[in-house]
Structures are given as C-alpha cells and as structure tokens.
C-alpha cells in the first residue's frame, strides 16, 4: 500500500479519501475502526463519516478521527493526564516572571493590566519557539547580538537578552502545575513520541497536511519510520514550496497522477462600493442558485457576518454559519464600554458625568429591559424622561448639571410623575414605588456595582449579575447569535473567577482594562449543523472540503491575505534569523487554501470593495493575470460594480400659508440665521421657525456650532447694550470690562 498520496487540487478530497478506505480496508474485510484519521480541523470528519455511511448503507463502527492538535495531546497524555492553562493565567505568568528575571521591560508598564499587551506578545514569541523546536544555541545567539543592542527600544533588547531564562522559567511552572500551552503539548508530544505505543490503531492516515511546525513534522516522521503512518496530501510540490519541503522530510515525491484533471470552474468577479453593496451582490447571486446545499459563502472579514445574514436571510433557506467572530463587534461589549466610561469619569467618586450616564441608561440592551410588567416600553419611557430631564428640557433642580449623584436622580419626583402620565396613556399599570425600585435595581446593576470591587472575585459577581439579567430579562436570549456570544462571555467569567490571581488586590481602573483586553481578544465561535443548507464559512474552516458554488466577500488586499505585518515586540529580523518567518509562511497557506478551494468548484463568485483606499487581493490579481496571459489581451473580464437603486420624488412639497400663520409670520422678528434658513430651504424654516420643531437636545463634550453663536450672540449684546443710540466708544475701560465679561460668561457657560 502506498505511503503518501496526493490528489490534484480541483478533485473531492473527502471523496477521493472514502474511495480510498472503500478499496483498501472496507473491500478487504479489514476492520477501519482500527484506523486513526487526522485532519487540520474538526469539519472534515463529519464529511468522511457521512461518505462512509452512504457507501456501507449500515451503522459501522467507524475510523477514530483526531485535530492535529488533538492528537499531539494524545501522544502526551500516554505518559499522565493534564490539563490546559488559561489565556488570563498564562499572562500572568508571564508578568510575575518578567518581573523577576527582566524587571527592565516593566518600566512604564508596573501593573498588570498595562503589561498585559506584552505579555501576549511575549507568550506568542515562546509559542513560535515551541512550535519550530528552537534550541537553546540558536536562542543564545539572540541573547548575544541584543546585549549588543538591535535597534529598537532598549526594553526590547533587555527582553531578548533573558528570553531564555523567562522561556524555561516558564517551562518549569507550567510543567509543575501540568497545565500546558499548546506549544509546549506540541513539544513534549515531539519528544515522546518515540516511546509512544500506537498498538491500537493499524495505520494512522495523515490528511491533507500542508504547512507543519517543526515539532509537527518530527511526529509525523516518526510514525512513518515505524511503518505507521499513510498521508494523503492534495498539490503538487511543484507549485508549492511547503510541499516541496514536506516532501524532502518524508524523502517521499508529493505529486498527482498524470491523468489529474485541472481547474474547470466558472469565474466570476464583482466589484462594491461598501461592505454593503457587496452583500448585495452576494444576494442576487445566491438568488439564481438553485441548489443551496452544494453552496458556500466564505467570509475573510468576519465582521462582514451579520451584514450579510441580514440580508440574505429570507432566501437562503437552510443556513450553518461556522465562523469565528469577533467578540468586541458585540453589542455586549459596547454596553461594558459605557458600564466602564461611566466609572471612568465620575468625579468625587459619587458624582456622575451626565453624557457618560445618558449614553449607559440609553444602551439597546439596557432601555429594552423587562424590569416592569415584562414590558420593554415601561423602561425606554423612564430613560427618555430623565434623558429629557438632564438636558434641560423639562426643568428640575438637577437640569443642565454636568455632574451629579445618582440619588439626586432616585429621588426626584418630577421624573415617576412624567413617567407615570406617559404609561397611563399606554395602559401599562405601574406605581410610584415600582418605578423608583426599577430605577433604583438598575442603578445598582449598572453603576453603583461597578464603583469599588476589590479584586476580580468582587468583578465577576457583578458581571454575572449583569450576564443573568440580560438573558432573564432582556431580549439577546431571542437571538441565537446573541446567545452564542453571552455564552463565550459566561466562559470569559468562568475563566476570571479561577484565575490565579482572582483574590489579589486590583484597583477598578486595572480591572477594566485587564477585562476589556481579554474581550478585544476573544471571538466567539458560531457552530451548527455543516452537513446541511448553505453554508457561511471562513476560508480555514474549508480546508478538505469541496462546493460546487464558492461565493467569496471581502477579496481585498487587507484581508486576503490577512497578514500581521508590524511586530510589535520582537524585531522581525530576530524572527527570520530564527526560521520564524510568518509572513511568508501565512501567505502560501492561504493562497493555498484559497486556490483549493476555487479549483473544486464549479461555480466561483469573488466580490471585492473597489474604493481608493482598498485594492483588490493579490489572489485575484493572479488570477487575473494568468487569464490575461493565456488570452493575451488585457479586457479579459466583465467586472459587474454594486449599486443601490434608489427612488425619489422630483416633486417639491408646499405648506399652504392660512390666516393664522400669516399672522404669525407678520408678527415674530427676523434673525439672520432665519433668514438664512428660509433661502437655504423654506420647508425647514416652516419645521423649524413656524411649527417650533427641534433637534432633541443632548450633553456635548465639545460645544457645538449653535452654542459657540448663540454665546457670542449674548456676548455682544450684553458688551454694547450700553451704546444704544450712542456713538460706541472703544477705550481701556470697555476693552477691561469686555474681556472680564468674556472671561466670566465663557466659565458660567462651558
């Protein structure tokens, strides 16, 4: 039996794969329960099972499948369980030892929460080291050049002189605690696994690999010495360098049969405006589809997800979406930015800033809560009144202050008796007390909660408190979404409360930052069912997979390839000189993945944002240009551009003037800014100066136009007042008292 296989790119990987097992084991009578498979990722089993399934048309007992990172942890788990440590408590880690090995790199970043962003940075270097198998020798030659000084802030060169020592120091703690990273799984596993047994499996499949870590490779190398192994690529090493270097380790050629059939799919490219012009492209492309099930939008840009679900809902039918998406796109996340902002700029540790307060109370998650009668309107009426009560519009002793306390506000009868009134003509019964007990739960949910914790114990009581009110009482738990990412929160919590350093004494402004950091961080995983319906992927979560119609989104040069190009801590220099060449390594995984996936299909859609700031993705420009070279000609393609179609009436509207408005025109004085208005457009004068219609007033950090000229409006008349039917006389004296009174109107005022 063949060692190592490899398919050509536009065939059925899962397919082929099936066939393979079919022909080798299933025909034979051999027992394929016997046999490991290991994929990249967790989709491509379900595929295989089903492929079985429908070939052996009987429950089997069927082949035992593993991640690559699963399986490394199988490996190491033949020698004694463990267990994984925490993103939170690696980091901190990571900030005791740096402390103590290198206090140099703390300068400036003292606390934990500021340190926070290196300490990442620093556990992302480790894990490369981990990964490629970096040696002590080549890590020394580092630590050599930077006491020499690399140019960059002497910081980072006191890091790389001790990166060493701060690397096996953290070895040490996390083999002490058996609580591993997944690099250092992956190099434990590296270095057992030539004691390993694998008595219970027969062969070990190796499936669609194509870009391995160091530590990886000298897995797979091991179990093919041992006679164990079989790896079933899909490429040609001759197109593809990391092929080409799999294939010298494994000593093995990794090249498709001559008779391989080529790409033969259908392309197609749009171009939009926006994100949304290109969601609308998708929509009518997924419209003349018939056979959705065979079809799958990939979405390099994951914050392009809720636009696109908006909008092609209603006809997809059946969808899955499995796709990472970013945690702080979330609007939980924007309602812990105002919890935080709120706290931020309280003064005098009781006294809140009125914009901060509005912006919080006035939050969708927090305005629609079913604190009353299980009715969301009961709520959204208190918020508006005391929205209208803070800014003035209904007068009150706490109107038009900046700052005030929260009690002022609890006991303020003004605001229930206009809330009261409001209700009444909604027939929602309420009372005085329930509205001030509303007002009151959520001013301890959402403000008073939040003042003082001590540590993050304190912390994650308050923020369960607030998770388990918007799920019990709010309107999130109505969307599945929603609940997808108030579980990744509840999980964020989990992680808080077992922290290490859960009870240590934490000032609140540390805290936030330390939480916000994590969400920012974070992406909340969205899984259903990917044997059925459309399918919305991103481009991993491809990998093996084969569609007839690929539609792409987002083919643009900053997210195909998505590339970290800036390293923030170690000197890219550093990493080349090591073997960590990222950039380069990220780019032929996905534009191999990319190719892979096109050469399947038979129907390929790319939709790109054609804007002066964006240019399309490098892929396409490939593409594009193999098609101009084997065309020879330069207009190889009609590109179709987005547009919105939009309707409207040429027609001007006209307020007919009666007796009393006429009377009322004849009557009110004149400003230039009325003026002004009536010639720029008379409706608005009509809306504005006529029927008294307003914007609705709102708390400015910065005045705006309006404010700036109505001051200097009051200004100037209070100045020359005094000159009224006089000559102004422009002396000492009244350039003294203007600018006093400039002076003094400008610190009542702003």
């Known amino acids: 039996m063949e060692k190592v296989i490899s398919y050509s790119l536009s065939e059925n990987y899962i397919h082929n794969l099936a066939s393979f097992?079919?022909?080798?084991?299933?025909?034979?009578?051999?027992?394929?329960s016997k046999l490991a498979l290991v994929f990249g990722g967790k989709r491509p089993e379900l595929f295989l099972k089903r492929e079985l399934a429908l070939r052996l048309g009987k429950t089997f007992f069927g082949p035992r499948f593993f991640s690559m990172d699963e399986f490394a942890e199988y490996i190491l788990a033949k020698n004694g369980p463990f267990g994984k440590i925490s993103d939170l408590d690696s980091c901190f880690l990571i900030y005791q030892l740096s402390r103590e090995i290198a206090p140099d790199i703390l300068r400036e970043k003292e606390s934990f929460s500021l340190f926070l962003p290196w300490a990442r940075e620093i556990l992302s270097f480790i894990e490369q080291l981990d990964l490629e198998d970096i040696k002590l020798i080549e890590l020394n030659r580092i630590q050599l050049n930077a006491s020499i000084g690399y140019d960059v802030p002497q910081s980072i060169n006191a890091l790389l002189e001790k990166i060493t020592l701060i690397r096996n120091a953290y070895h040490h703690e996390l083999k002490k605690r058996k609580a591993y990273t997944r690099g250092l799984v992956y190099l434990l596993a590296s270095q057992g696994v030539k004691e390993a047994d694998f008595s219970e499996f027969t062969e070990i499949f190796f499936c669609n690999l194509f870009y391995s870590h160091q530590t990886e490779s000298k897995i797979v190398k091991e179990l093919l010495d041992r006679d164990k192994a079989i790896f079933v690529f899909q490429g040609d090493e001759r197109e593809w360098p990391v092929l080409k270097k799999f294939s010298d380790s494994l000593s093995y050629p990794i090249r498709p049969r001559d008779n391989a059939p080529g790409d033969e799919y259908k392309l197609w490219m749009g171009a939009g405006f926006d994100l949304h012009s290109q969601v609308g492209l998708a929509r009518d492309i997924l419209k003349e589809i018939k056979d959705k099930d065979k079809t799958v939008i990939v979405l390099p840009n994951p914050e392009s997800l809720i636009p696109l679900l908006s909008e092609i809902s209603a006809d997809a039918g059946d969808f899955n979406v499995s796709i990472g998406y970013p945690l702080k796109r979330s609007p939980v996340y924007s309602l812990f930015e105002c919890i935080f902002k709120a706290q931020e700029t309280k003064k005098d540790k009781s006294c809140y800033y009125v914009k901060d307060y509005l912006r919080l109370l006035a939050h969708p998650l927090v305005k629609n809560l079913r604190l009353l009668a299980q009715e969301p309107a009961a709520l959204r009426i208190l918020t508006h009144k005391i929205e209208e009560i803070l800014t003035g519009r209904d007068k009150t002793a706490v109107s038009g202050s900046l700052f005030f306390q929260l009690s002022e506000i609890e006991e303020l009868k003004d605001i229930y008796e206009l809330v009261l009134s409001a209700l009444k003509d909604m027939d929602i019964p309420a009372s005085y007390a329930e509205l001030k007990s509303i007002l009151k739960e959520l001013h301890q949910l959402f403000f008073y909660a939040w003042e003082a914790p001590r540590n993050f114990a304190d912390f994650t009581l308050s923020l369960d408190?607030?998770?388990?009110?918007?799920?019990?009482?709010?309107?999130?738990?109505?969307?599945?979404?929603n609940l997808k990412i108030l579980e990744r929160m509840l999980s964020i919590k989990e992680e808080l409360e077992s922290a290490e350093f859960g009870l240590e004494a934490f000032n609140p402004e540390d805290m936030f930052r330390v939480f916000m950091n994590k969400l920012d961080n974070e992406m909340t995983a969205f899984s259903g069912s990917p044997l059925k319906g459309l399918q919305i992927l991103g481009l991993f979560e491809t990998r093996s997979l084969n569609f007839e119609n690929v539609i792409i989104l987002d083919v643009n040069e900053n997210f195909l390839p998505k590339l970290k190009v800036y390293e923030p801590l170690v000197p890219r220099e550093v990493m080349i000189s090591l073997g960590l060449n990222r950039l380069e390594k990220e780019e032929e995984i996905q534009r191999y993945q990319f190719k892979r996936l096109l050469s399947g299909a038979r129907k390929a859609y790319l939709i790109y944002e054609e804007s002066p700031k964006k240019e399309k993705s490098r892929f396409v420009e490939e593409l594009l240009w193999e098609r101009q070279k084997a065309q020879d000609a330069l207009e190889v393609m009609e590109i179709p551009r987005g547009v919105f179609e939009v309707t409207y009436l040429p027609a001007k509207a006209a307020i007919l003037k009666n007796k009393k408005m006429i009377e009322f025109l004849e009557g009110i004085?004149?400003?230039a800014s009325?003026?002004?208005?009536?010639?720029?457009?008379?409706?608005?004068?009509?809306?504005?100066?006529?029927?008294?219609?307003?914007?609705?007033d709102s708390i400015n950090e910065e005045p705006e136009s309006s404010d700036v000229g109505v001051f200097i409006h009051d200004l100037l008349y209070e100045a020359y007042s005094g000159f009224i039917g006089k000559k102004p006389l422009i002396n000492q004296r009244f350039r003294e008292r203007f600018f006093r009174l400039l002076e003094n109107n400008f610190e009542a005022e702003f």
């Open 669 to 671: 004085e004149y400003s």
């Open 465 to 481: 408190k607030v998770i388990n009110v918007l799920l019990n009482k709010g309107f999130l738990g109505s969307y599945p979404l």
């Open 674 to 696: 009325s003026i002004n208005t009536y010639l720029g457009c008379p409706l608005r004068f009509y809306y504005q100066y006529v029927l008294g219609l307003r914007e609705k």
């Open 21 to 32: 097992i079919e022909e080798n084991y299933i025909r034979e009578a051999k027992d394929i």
